[in-house]
């Protein structure tokens, strides 16, 4: 990969937020930790589970404003 190409690559923090957001797209009604985190996981076998952890774990703080804890281990978007 040429240094260009590395540049013009989203972070993986990045790439990780976006399949987020996408995958409680898909799920209205929320969806557990665990289960996010192995989704991410599945779509990004290559990023280390600890960042995907991390990540998941301050989505709700990151977008506030989209994503919302209704319960202890349960994320969704919020409905707009």
């Known amino acids: 990969m040429s240094v260009y190409s ?3 690559t ?3 923090t990045h790439q990780i937020r976006e399949t987020a ?7 209205p009604e929320g969806l557990r930790t665990g289960e996010l985190k192995k989704r ?11 960042t995907i952890n991390g990540v ?9 404003d989209q994503v919302e804890k ?3 281990g349960l994320f969704r ?4």
């Open 10 to 12: 989203k972070p993986i």
């Open 40 to 50: 991410i996981e599945e779509v990004h076998p290559d990023f280390h589970p600890k």
């Open 56 to 64: 998941v774990w301050l989505l709700a703080e990151t977008y506030a």
């Open 6 to 8: 590395r540049l013009m």
């Open 70 to 72: 209704p319960e202890l």
């Open 77 to 80: 978007l919020k409905a707009r």
């Open 21 to 27: 957001l996408s995958l409680l797209r898909e799920s």
